[in-house]
């Protein structure tokens, strides 16, 4: 099972997931992947350092795509 997923502080999380196995939701994610990008969106596989690879196209063996905005505010972190 894969999923698309945008995290939204004030809204909550949006995530859409697809079955690799079902024609059908692989076509209905594939169409919300390429509507996103778009609209602007970057997308993004998480990738366990808090990184991200960005990912240009869609493919459904992969389980977890995140979106952001083109224009991302992210404030300094502090601290050592």
Same mark, same amino acid.
């Given at each position: 099972?894969? #999923?698309?997923?945008?995290?939204?502080? /004030?809204?909550?999380?949006?995530?859409? /997931?697809?079955?690799?196995?079902?024609?059908?939701? #692989? !076509?209905?994610?594939?169409?919300?992947?390429?509507?996103?990008?778009?609209?602007?969106?970057?997308?993004?596989?998480?990738?366990?350092?808090?990184?991200?690879?960005? $990912? !240009?196209?869609?493919?459904?063996?992969?389980?977890?795509?995140?979106?952001?905005?083109?224009? #991302?505010? $992210?404030?300094? /972190?502090?601290?050592?």
């Amino acid at each position: 099972m894969g #999923v698309i997923a945008e995290l939204r502080a /004030s809204e909550g999380d949006f995530k859409h /997931s697809w079955d690799p196995n079902d024609p059908d939701s #692989v !076509k209905n994610a594939e169409q919300m992947f390429n509507d996103l990008k778009k609209q602007g969106y970057l997308m993004f596989l998480p990738d366990g350092d808090g990184r991200g690879k960005e $990912v !240009k196209k869609f493919d459904p063996s992969i389980k977890e795509i995140l979106y952001a905005e083109k224009i #991302v505010a $992210v404030p300094r /972190s502090r601290g050592g």
